[in-house]
């Protein structure tokens, strides 16, 4: 059984990211603090990686922003990609299945809200390519 359940605060306004065949994607950091505190007094925080795909996607663009608190429910997946210096970079992330939104903050620009009805031309759903 592979499921996710977070609870943490948007680090960041999200963005949507159009990619071809007509996919919609947004990449966003939450913030979780941990139950306890550590050994200075203080409570760490992680920082989880989390992906979101469609019509969810368009939600969370349109009503989160950076201190959003949000529940997001998922699955861990993993992925590698091969970055600029040619070095092969691992990643593990959520990919959110389900959002509740429990307190929404405004975001800093309003033009990430908008989300366009047409995305732009194919060309450049080429540069925004991620592998599965």
């Known amino acids: 059984m592979n499921q996710v359940g977070l609870v943490g605060r948007f680090t960041k ?11 919609v994607q947004t990449h966003f950091s939450l913030a979780i603090n941990r139950n306890f505190k550590n050994n200075q007094g203080e409570v760490d925080t992680d920082f989880v990686f989390c992906t979101a795909w469609g019509r969810l996607a368009e939600n969370i663009v349109k009503y989160c922003g950076k201190g959003s ?29 389900d959002v509740r ?27 925004d390519f991620v592998l599965p």
């Open 69 to 97: 608190l949000i529940g997001a429910n998922g699955r861990i997946q993993t992925r590698s990609f091969v970055n600029e210096e040619s070095t092969k970079i691992f990643m593990t992330e959520v990919v959110v299945e």
């Open 13 to 23: 306004d999200p963005v949507l990211r159009y990619l071809s065949g007509n996919r």
């Open 101 to 127: 939104f429990y307190q929404l903050k405004q975001r800093d620009s309003d033009e990430a809200v908008t989300v366009p009805s047409q995305p732009p031309n194919e060309q450049e759903h080429l540069k």
